[in-house]
């Protein structure tokens, strides 16, 4: 079946990075949109980021443009999210998502806790 198992949570101070890995299995890597989406406490789930299976387009959330980056790596199929300068209200779980067509398959969740 597919898995996407995601890691690199975790607790940062403010300024600070982190970068999430989500490898998967069971699934064409490759083939799929692969994408970011958090969700803080008594928010919906908001996207974050998310790139295209071949060209490597992405798309980012206005309020991470500049600091986050998520790339992938087919060979590996695995997408990486690095993030830079972390605020306070970057603050959420972190989840992995892979879409194709009307297939879409999550992780986990890793919590990102960004305090002093």
């Known amino acids: 079946q597919v898995q996407l198992v995601e890691s690199g949570g975790g607790l940062v101070q403010p300024g600070g990075s982190l970068t999430l890995s989500c490898a998967g299995s069971?699934?064409?890597?490759?083939?799929?949109?692969m994408s970011w989406y958090r969700q803080a406490p008594g928010k919906e789930r908001e996207l974050v980021a998310s790139i295209t299976q071949f060209s490597g387009s992405t798309n980012y959330a206005e309020s991470v443009k500049g600091r986050f980056t998520i790339s992938r790596d087919n060979a590996k199929n695995t997408v990486y999210l690095q993030m830079n300068s972390l605020k306070p209200e970057d603050t959420a779980v972190y989840y992995c998502?892979?879409?194709?067509?009307?297939?879409?398959?999550w992780g986990q969740g890793p919590q990102v806790t960004v305090s002093s």
């Open positions: 069971g699934l064409t890597f490759s083939s799929y949109v």
């Open positions: 998502n892979a879409r194709l067509r009307t297939a879409r398959y």
